[in-house]
């Protein structure tokens, strides 16, 4: 696991300007640097060494050194691809995993990535022909970004590895922020910096004679199977095993972040690391420490744990937002970001259970209440009519209900957050950032994908493509990272998503319960409490947070400065805040988004 960063273009001092580029991220790699420079390329590397300590240092060649790599991530059956390369004639000098990307470029081209099982972001660069070749893994677990100005293309594991180019122009992208109000991610493909992109995940690019082209080699689908429930969860439980078991190759110390979900404690019941580490709050019903505790320690393992003080979390805040590289305001975040830490004590890389709940169908937002189901038996004539006056009452109890009851789900489901509706965020804008991509410009591209699909389906592929991308894995890699700890997901497997994708609808979501096959699997490590627990996330106590006077002040302050003018009706979000300290409202996860944004804006732009 390591970060990396480059270029392709001419600049008066190639190297100077590739270290100070490298300099931002050395969190991503503290044990080694490497570089190529080499007329208008170059290219960098900060190594975080955990297979071939040794001998595994990037940049990486090919045998006649007209190719050159840089890669961030780790390919679980790397052993598999060299064998087959070996067989082929290449020449291995290493026994690290990235190797198998520079001999894999040159046997199979483009179709090395359907090749590979694993998560990677990497550039390879063809001195003779001039090109560039660039992959992300088909889940997105791995970031890259990328930004073409003024005749050079710059590329990298984070946006901030691009502010010392000298070609790099600094800007707001003004389109950003409304989308971003209503999601809390950053969910454009163009991000908070005009001209700089995420390459999409499952997508890889060339960059040839000037000219940038990405191409998808992978989409996410579902073709249920109908076999016995059986046989459905032996195969579930059978590759998560399979799975669990090539994430955890390393030449260092392995733990696993253990909360009180099914999906962390089937990956640390079959791991059964050393380790396993739960961060949590003191307030009520905002801790999964005593959980985690427990299951440790029928498993027979040390559970680390910390209860973590609200101060610490807000002095923290700026830092947070300066790692995230664009504003981002899953709360979730905070703690991921000290468990980091606190893993980062005892291993270097870490399990985790992201992925479990978009492939099989875990969250709440996929299921129907009774009452739900009940008025849909109302025929659709009489819904459609009612949610449609519905969509123009004000912020009211049933409007949503009676919204989701006659839309269809195009209409109603965006993903796992929803924090301002779209007029709202209109409302407190300022004129200036109110130009921007609707929310229906951004989920119809994928509901269009999935046309012809069940209603659960839709959901599952939107969040596939949207909300675990630029939510769940983005937080996961960039509050890792900032702790120099490799973070894998196993359930987040090309090979456990085949096996997901056969799963019956009924058997995801039930009346029973949601991810339903998937937790009657998971019993066959776990005891049955564990294996039907309800997902509670990671809980934050910010709307508590919010009502004492002392962060009260501080954020207060924030939404009453000239930068948070420059975006917003002032009065409007001071509102928002006033209201929800004085138990008028819970607007808790509203305003933390602005804040959120106005941190960030002030650690990059002020």
Not at 139 to 164: D, R, V, W
Not at 288 to 296: Q, R, V, W
Request: glycine share 6%; hydrophobic share 40%.
């Amino acid at each position: 696991m390591c970060g990396f960063t480059g270029f392709i273009g001419e600049v008066s001092n190639p190297d100077v300007v590739l270290e100070n580029m490298m300099n931002q991220i050395i969190h991503r790699g503290p044990d080694s640097a490497g570089t190529f420079t080499d007329g208008e390329a170059a290219l960098g590397f900060r190594r975080l060494s955990i297979i071939d300590l040794e001998n595994g240092s990037q940049p990486l060649y090919n045998e006649d050194q007209s190719l050159v790599l840089i890669f961030n991530g780790e390919i679980y059956n790397y052993q598999d691809i060299r064998k087959d390369l070996i067989e082929k004639g290449h020449t291995f000098t290493t026994e690290t995993d990235s190797e198998v990307l520079i001999h894999g470029y040159e046997e199979y081209g483009t179709k090395l990535v359907t090749k590979l099982r694993g998560m990677f972001a990497f550039v390879i660069w063809d001195r003779n022909k001039k090109r560039a070749f660039a992959a992300r893994d088909m889940f997105g677990i791995k970031p890259f970004y990328y930004a073409h100005m003024n005749g050079t293309l710059m590329f990298g594991s984070e946006i901030k590895t691009f502010l010392p180019h000298p070609h790099f122009d600094k800007v707001l992208n003004e389109k950003a922020l409304k989308p971003y109000l209503t999601f809390q991610f950053p969910v454009l493909n163009e991000t908070f910096f005009k001209g700089v992109f995420k390459l999409p995940a499952a997508h890889y690019m060339t960059y040839e004679n000037g000219k940038v082209t990405t191409t998808r080699y992978w989409e996410p689908k579902f073709n249920p199977e109908e076999r016995p429930l059986d046989e459905i969860v032996e195969e579930i439980d059978s590759v998560v095993r399979d799975s669990i078991k090539a994430h955890q190759i390393s030449d260092v110390k392995v733990g696993s972040f253990l909360s009180s979900g099914v999906d962390s404690s089937y990956v640390a019941s079959v791991l059964k690391p050393d380790k396993t580490f739960t961060v949590g709050f003191s307030a009520q019903n905002f801790s999964e420490i005593d959980t985690a505790k427990e299951l440790s320690k029928e498993l027979g393992i040390e559970n680390v744990n910390e209860v973590l003080d609200p101060e610490e979390c807000f002095n923290k805040i700026d830092e947070i937002q300066y790692i995230m590289d664009e504003p981002h305001s899953n709360p979730s975040i905070v703690p991921l970001y000290f468990l980091a830490e606190l893993a980062r004590k005892h291993v270097t890389v870490v399990l985790s259970g992201e992925g479990a709940d978009e492939l099989f169908g875990g969250y709440e937002e996929y299921d129907e209440s009774s009452s739900m189901k009940k008025y849909k038996k109302v025929p659709g004539f009489i819904r459609r009519p009612v949610s449609e006056v519905a969509k123009m009452l004000p912020e009211v109890r049933g409007k949503h209900f009676l919204m989701k009851g006659g839309l269809p789900v195009e209409e109603t489901f965006i993903g796992q957050a929803h924090i301002f509706e779209e007029q709202e965020a209109a409302n407190i804008l300022t004129a200036k950032y109110n130009d921007a991509p609707s929310v229906k410009d951004i989920v119809m591209p994928v509901y269009k994908k999935a046309a012809g699909e069940d209603d659960l389906t839709k959901k599952q592929i939107l969040d596939l493509n949207l909300w675990l991308v630029d939510d769940i894995l983005l937080k996961a890699d960039k509050m890792s990272m900032a702790h120099s700890i490799e973070l894998r997901v196993p359930f987040l497997d090309k090979e456990v998503m085949k096996v997901a994708s056969k799963v019956p609808t009924r058997y995801r979501v039930n009346d029973v319960d949601t991810k339903y096959a998937f937790r009657v699997a998971s019993k066959r490590a776990l005891p049955e409490a564990w294996a039907n627990r309800k997902k509670i996330g990671f809980p934050v106590p910010i709307r508590l947070w919010i009502q004492e006077e002392k962060y009260f002040n501080k954020i207060k302050e924030s939404f009453e400065s000239p930068e948070a003018a420059q975006f917003f009706d002032q009065q409007a979000i001071v509102k928002l805040l006033t209201d929800h300290y004085e138990g008028k409202a819970k607007n808790q996860r509203k305003i933390w988004t602005i804040y959120m944004f106005l941190v960030w804006y002030k650690k990059y732009f002020s």
